[in-house]
Structure formats: C-alpha cells, structure tokens
C-alpha cells in the first residue's frame, strides 16, 4: 500500500475511533503500530519503535511542566482564589451597565492565569458568579453565555494545558508560547467586556434591579476594600509565575513549581487544605499528569508514522501549488480546526491535526508560534458549539436543574461570535500573538 495512503487512512480511522469514544491515547497507539507496520511491512519495527517513544518521551525535561501547572491549578482551585478573584472584580465593576458580567469575564481572566482548564473555570465560575447576577435581575441568557464564554480564558491565557501540549507536539518554545497567548486572551477579554456593555446599553432589560433585600454585594467601603485585599495574593502569585518566565528568571518548569508552592501557601493561610484535601489534591494532580503523559507518548508515535508516510510531503506541495494566497490556506485549516472543535476534544484535535498542518505552515513562511495561538483559538470555539460543547455540559452538570442545555447554548451565541471577530483579528494582525515574545 502507498504510504501517503497508509498515512491518510490513519487520520480517518484515529477521528472515527475517537469520535465512538475510543480514548485518544490508545487510538493513536494502535492506528500508529498498524500503519508502520503496513509502510515498513515488519511488526517487530512499530513494536520496538513505540517502546522507545514511550521511554525516552517521559524523561524529556519538559514533560515535567504538565504535573507542576496542573498541580498549581489544582491548589489555586482548593484555596479559593476563583471566588477571591470575582468579588474584587465585582466591587469595582458592579455599578457599572453589566458590571457583573463584566466582572466574571475580569475574574475568569484572572482565574486562567493559575489553572489554564477550561472546563475547571466553567465550573467553578457557575457557582460562584451566576447566583449573583441572577438576584441582581441579570437575564438568565446573558448569565450562562458570560459564564461559558469567559471560561475559554482558560486555554489562551497562560499557563493552559493546551498551550503546553501544542509546544510539546510542536517542539516549541513553551515560555514563546505563554507569552503569545497573553495579549490575544486579554484583548479576547476586552472584547468580552465590549460586548456585553455594548448589548445592556441596546436592551436594558438584560439587567433589571435587584430583587427587593437581594443586593449581591453590600454598598460599604469595607467591603470593596476586603475584596480588593484578598484578591492580592491572586495578583501576586501570576506576577511571580509569568512575570518571572517573561523576563528569563524561571523555565517554565520552575514557575510551575514556584507558582505550585505559592498557591499551596494560600491554601494553608486560608485554612482551606487539610492532610485529606492535599492527598486529593496530589492524586488527582497524578491521574491527570499520567493521561497527558501517555497521550503526548502516543502523538509522538503517530508524528513518527506520518512523517515516515510522508503525508506531511505530500499534502504541502499539494497546497503550495494551489493557486490560493498563502492565508488563504490557513483559513482553510482554520475551517477545519472549527468543525472538528464541534465533534471532538481540544487535546484530540491538537494532536491530530498539528503534525499535518503544522509542515505545511512552516514551508508557507508562518510562525509556528503565532499558529498554535490561532489554532487553539480555532479549537476552543469547539467548546461552546453544539452539539458536544464541552463547556456547555460542565454548566449544565454543575447547575442542575437549575438551566437547560438550549439555554447556554444561546446565551453563548454572542460570545461565539466575539471569539470569531478575534480570530480574524489574529489572522490578519499576527503582531498581536508575536509582539511580546519578540521581547523575551
């Protein structure tokens, strides 16, 4: 058989096997073996070849950032800070038009800083701000769709999960990539903000008064004042983390750790972490770090066997030949990105799709930094859009009976809509991605 076939054979076999829910890892294990086996035609090679992918992928030095980010983030979670982050942003923004709403999408940013998982943030975020701004007579649609828009901060801002696998898949720098997501998710949030002022001041409705005795927050000084205190240690711990990665002080790896050591002081000082609590917290920390390890071994497998079927090859000199402008072909694999978002996982289509396109970007001229932050904000969109956003269901799991699928799903909308307008906006305007870590 013609390895470009063999090659493209796998991609559709992988996609099937995960979309009837095979897990990804084991997906690409067994759909790697068998097509080395079928290019190279001895079954002792892929064999031997995934033993060497797994040992000596799990002793490379940057595999060691997984467990120290999802730790912090898990620390970060158990100490309180999402709700720490939200009153401070709801005393100063709430006697503004939509200041709740805005004030979730503030906290969720802040939020993204110390956990990088967005489903961790729309859970979290759909007990601790939504309740509020229904008392203060904000529309239940305009509640759910802050909520699950702002919780896609998570995988743009760093320190996110996807960010670390795109640059381990891609063998990219992961500080470059951290500091290509900061403006993009900050400027994602302003937008956010824009938006949701922008649609109170058309229909006011959106935001009634308060019910009768039902104020959220109290009028008082003091308590502006306690919020804008406890939601310092927050301020300081992501100034620690990614102020010292930008400037050259910590690796990655480091400010994971550092940044795991600070949110496990935060825990202590609020009395939040018990011997129980920190065993959960550190076993939870192992099965999450484990499942990456294991899927980062299996991409590196299927990266192996595409680049042995050279599929990669073949599909860019297919393209370059094309008579399309060079960011047209990269809206094109946006349009894919997009669509497979609406069926799959982010972590799946990041490993799937990266070690294909991402060839192809490199012989057009693009950066590679600057595609992993517009593929992952391509990817993201997945997240809210139906028929499996992920984001959504966690709102639903986490709230009840209290909301309907139909209803975050249309809350969401407009939101949906704002991440577009900055992904066009990162696709025209790649500065925005690759400025600050053209200072590093």
């Keep these: ?21 095979v897990h990804i890892g084991v997906a690409l294990a067994l759909v790697s073996v068998v097509g080395l086996w079928a290019v190279i ?25 997984v467990p120290m980010f999802v730790l912090m983030g898990f620390l970060a979670n158990l100490s309180g800070a999402a709700e720490d982050a939200y009153d401070a942003a709801a005393a100063i923004m709430r006697r503004r038009p939509g200041g ?17 998982i967005s489903v961790a943030s729309a859970a979290m975020f759909s007990k601790v701000s939504l309740p509020p701004m229904l008392r203060h007579g904000y529309d239940k649609k305009l509640s759910l769709g802050t909520i699950a828009g702002s919780s896609i901060l998570g995988m743009l801002i760093p320190p996110s999960v996807l960010l670390i696998l795109y640059g381990i898949v891609a063998q990219e720098s992961i500080g470059a990539l951290f500091a290509a997501g900061v403006l993009p998710g900050l400027v994602l949030a302003l937008v956010y903000s824009l938006g949701i002022a922008a649609m109170v001041r058309a229909r006011p409705s959106l935001v009634s008064a308060p019910e009768p005795g039902k104020e959220p927050f109290p009028d008082r000084n003091g308590f502006r004042t306690g919020a804008m205190i406890r939601g310092l240690p927050i301020l300081l711990l992501i100034v620690l983390v990614l102020g ?31 011997a129980r609590g920190l065993w959960h917290v550190l076993m939870e920390t192992g099965y999450v770090s484990v499942s990456v390890f294991f899927i980062l ?18 599909l860019c000199e297919v393209l370059s030949g094309l008579p399309l402008p060079p960011l047209a072909i990269v809206a094109m694999f946006m349009g894919v990105l997009v669509l497979l978002g609406a069926i799959l996982d982010s972590a799946s289509i990041i490993l799937i799709t990266i070690p294909i396109m991402l060839p192809v970007i490199k012989a057009l001229g693009y950066n590679p930094i600057w595609f992993g932050i517009v593929c992952i904000m391509a990817v993201e969109t997945g997240l809210i859009t139906p028929p499996f956003g992920m984001v959504v269901y966690t709102m639903k799991a986490t709230l009840g009976h209290e909301v309907s699928v139909e209803d975050i ?13 900055v992904l066009g906006l990162l696709l025209i305007f790649p500065g925005l991605s690759l400025w600050l870590p053209g200072l590093m």
């Design 1 to 21: 058989m013609e390895p470009c076939l063999v090659g493209l054979l796998s991609v559709g076999l992988i996609l099937a096997a995960v979309i009837v829910g």
């Design 41 to 65: 035609g001895d079954p002792a090679v892929p064999v031997e070849m995934l033993g060497s992918a797994a040992f000596h992928g799990v002793f490379d030095y940057v595999y060691s950032v």
């Design 100 to 116: 709740l709403a805005i004030a979730t999408v503030v906290a969720n940013a802040v939020f993204a800083a110390i956990t990088g």
């Design 244 to 274: 010292g990665i930008y400037a050259g002080f910590f690796t990655p790896t480091e400010a994971g750790a550092i940044g795991a050591f600070g949110a496990l002081l935060m825990a202590l000082a609020r009395g939040r972490l018990s």
């Design 297 to 314: 071994v299996t991409a590196n497998m299927y990266s192996r066997m595409l680049t042995i079927s050279r599929l990669p090859n073949m």
């Design 409 to 421: 799903f249309r809350g969401a909308v407009p939101f949906l809509l704002m991440m577009f307008f």
